[in-house]
């Protein structure tokens, strides 16, 4: 029987491929943006990783918790990032200057807040999408981003895990856990589905930030 880590990577093939091949994605990572358009993106994460680190922490399925780790979180990295890109108090500034959210983002976060405790297959779904990406492509994406935009690391903590090791050890680890998980065969499916509409779901941020990158209008 194939690994259940391995269903998810086969799974969410296509769906991954189609999120990476985004406007905005390939524009940033070619350099043909700006270093403001990276502040943009981080604070979209900032956005979505506040309602996703409170949903895992408000679900306490032990199935969940297995994959629960500080090392991993998020946000206060996030937060420091932002502060780096635009400054103290930049929460409370207007939404020029890339401090827009856009309706992606939003949607994204909203999905995420109203989890609740029966969640156990989609937060699954995003814990992996969302973290696993971080610990593999966003590492590239931190190391281009520095590359094309004069940016320090200072500026990218997003994609710093200090905490966690090795990453590929990490990585490794992090895949049996998913093997080893007790899961219904319904739950599985709907890890499955879920993390490809993942995908999706993140892609739709891109889309936005191209959007709003060429003056659609879409609103702050």
Known sequence: MTAFSEQLKAHTAAAHQHAEDAGFVT???AGRLDRGQVGALLLQNLIIYRALEEALAANQDPRLQAFADPALARV????????VHFG?????????????VTPGARAYADQLAAMGP?????LLAHHYVRYLGDLSGGQIISTLVQRHYGLGPEGLNFYAFDGV??????????RQRLDDVELSGSERADVLAHAATAFETNRQVFVDLMAHRLGSGIPS
Request: aromatic letters at 12%; proline letters at 5%; a negative charge.
């Open 88 to 100: 103290a108090g930049w929460e409370s500034l207007p939404a020029e200057a890339n401090l827009y």
């Open 27 to 29: 524009e940033l990572l």
């Open 118 to 122: 029966g969640s156990l297959a989609y």
């Open 165 to 174: 090791g090795k990453l590929k050890a990490y990585k490794d680890a992090y």
């Open 76 to 83: 206060p990295a996030l937060e420091q990032d932002l502060q």
